[in-house]
């Protein structure tokens, strides 16, 4: 009496891992969708930018191509406003306030992650609880608080209120609370001391969390712009952001193709940033949400 062998099942085909062809055809769409929404608008700027002093850019005669492209729009731009004073003021803010953010938040963070002493739990849902007032809620006694400290028209005076934030101490607590407790006792056994455990176990662990608060402090100390307003009076400290709104004032003729130019310059800085360390911000995310 002979046994039927039971064949082996074909392996699926790779796209077949993914779903069914439906399922994929909408997944792709809705893909598709996002990627327009979110780079459609920047595309937009840069073409409107490229075109000619005869090409409309809003109205029936708009075409979205360029027919004669030109760099004529960015260099009126350096040319109208000190765009190299600009850069380098939102620099120094950017560098001042992503030195702060790392140094307080990683500490904070650290202190957080820790048992055992009175008060964490209260100091935790203060933090929690301050990220529900919006900015616009205390920016007039941050402002008279700024005045008093005699900061304003100053960089110091933009980069205060960025000193550090509380979503970047409750990532890093995150991301310490996923080292596992027996990897720090080990340490401890071996001499390791509060600074040392601290420094070669949990902040290369949260390397990841680390360039998260790094990108974030970037980009919102970068892109700010209500509250340099506010705070800031000459032109020579202007913020980039700050500086390049001046093109739209009629002094300036206001060229809407320079106007684009300037937006786009503003915007490649943190395109570049995003680029390279796109690889260890996903991996903080999903290592700050633990636990968190």
Known sequence: MTTAVPRARRPLPRWREYGRPRELVVRYLLLLLVLGLTVGPLLWQLLASLKSTGEDVFGADATLLPRHPTLRAYREVFE???????????????VL?????LVF???????????????RRAV???????????????????????RDLGLVDSLAGVWLPGFVGAINVLLMRGAFLAVPREIEDSAMLDGAGEWQRFRYLYLPSAWGAIMVVVINTFISAWDDFL???????????MTLTLGLSRLQSSSFGYDQRVVM??????????????VITQRWFYKGVSAGAVKL
């Open 80 to 94: 109208q406003v000190p765009v190299a004073t600009y850069i380098r003021n939102s620099l120094t803010v950017v």
């Open 97 to 101: 306030s992503i030195t702060s953010q």
């Open 105 to 119: 938040s990683t500490t904070a963070g650290y202190m957080l992650s820790k048992p055992g002493w009175k008060g």
């Open 124 to 146: 935790w849902v203060v933090l929690v609880a301050s990220m529900m007032f919006p900015f616009e809620s205390i920016m007039v006694s941050l402002f008279l608080s700024i």
């Open 227 to 237: 509250w340099p307003l506010i705070v800031l009076r000459s032109e020579n400290h």
């Open 261 to 274: 130019a300037g937006s786009v310059i503003s915007v490649i800085p943190v395109l570049v940033l995003f």
